[in-house]
C-alpha cells in the first residue's frame, strides 16, 4: 500500500490546517490509519489514529479537543483536521496503517507516508 501525505503549511498560532493522505495500491477492511508527526531533534510520535470502519479514534493528550480525525473509505484518504494551532505543534506529520487493529504504537504501523511539514508560526 502505498500512502502520500498532503496538506501541510505555515499557519499562525490559533489557526487551521487540514491533512490529507491518500491510499493506493493494496488497501484494509480491517485495523486502523494514523497520524504521527516528528519535530526536529525529537523522536516521532502519535498524534491520533482511526478504525478501517471510524467508529473508534483515539488521540494523544496533546492535541485531544483540537485535532480531529477522520477517513472517507470510499475515497481511501485519511484526514487530519487540525484547529487552535500551537507553535509547539510545528513537525513533520506522518500517516501510516497498522492492518492489525487501533493503536498508538508506532512499531505496529506497518505503512508510512513521505510527510508533510506543518509550520505553525507564534
Known amino acids: 500500500v502505498q500512502l502520500q501525505a498532503s496538506g501541510g503549511g505555515l499557519v499562525q498560532a490559533g489557526g487551521s490546517l487540514r491533512l490529507s493522505c491518500a491510499a493506493s495500491g493494496r488497501t484494509f477492511s480491517s485495523g486502523g490509519m494514523g497520524w504521527f508527526r516528528q519535530a526536529p531533534g525529537k523522536e516521532r510520535e502519535f498524534v491520533a489514529a482511526?478504525?478501517?470502519?471510524?467508529?473508534?479514534?483515539i488521540y494523544a493528550d496533546s492535541v485531544k479537543g483540537r485535532f480531529t480525525i477522520s477517513r472517507d473509505n470510499a475515497k481511501n484518504t485519511l484526514y487530519l483536521q487540525m484547529n487552535s494551532l500551537k507553535p509547539e505543534d510545528t513537525a513533520v506529520y506522518y500517516c501510516a496503517a497498522d492492518p492489525s487493529g487501533l493503536g498508538s504504537n508506532r512499531v505496529s504501523y506497518n505503512y508510512w507516508g513521505q510527510g508533510t511539514q506543518v509550520t505553525v508560526s507564534s
Open positions: 482511526i478504525s478501517w470502519s471510524g467508529g473508534s479514534t
